[in-house]
Nanobody
Framework: QVQLVESGGGLVQAGGSLRLSCAASGNTFSINVMGWYRQAPGKQRELVATINSVGYTNYADSVRGRFAISRDNAKNTVYLQMNSLKPEDTAVYYC???????WGQGTQVTVSS
């Protein structure tokens, strides 16, 4: 089994930046796609960005150009660099291996106006 542990959330003012990290441990052999999702209060969980093992990325329209997903395969870690943050980015952010339905515990990101 694989465990995912997120870190890096916090409180930031609008326009600021945060960097989230997600470390995978356990049976990490042949993990392909990893991703970040988020869930705001009263809303469904939504895709933020994904990245595959060779670096192909995909972004939600709402974050494209502001967020950047990256990955260090040697460290089994995926990152989410979030710039130009907006209050509507406030949510719990989850790291995931979608194909295995594995999720981290989530990290809170709060953007104040």
């Amino acid at each position: 089994q694989v465990q995912l542990v997120e870190s890096g959330g916090g409180l930031v003012q609008a326009g600021g930046s945060l960097r989230l990290s997600c470390a995978a441990s356990g049976n990490t052999f042949s993990i392909n796609v990893m991703g970040w999702y988020r869930q705001a209060p009263g809303k469904q969980r939504e895709l933020v960005a994904t990245i595959n093992s060779v670096g192909y990325t995909n972004y939600a329209d709402s974050v494209r150009g502001r967020f950047a997903i990256s990955r260090d395969n040697a460290k089994n870690t995926v990152y989410l660099q979030m710039n130009s943050l907006k209050p509507e980015d406030t949510a719990v952010y989850y790291c995931s291996i979608p194909s295995r339905q594995i999720w981290g515990q989530g990290t809170q990101v709060t953007v104040s106006s």
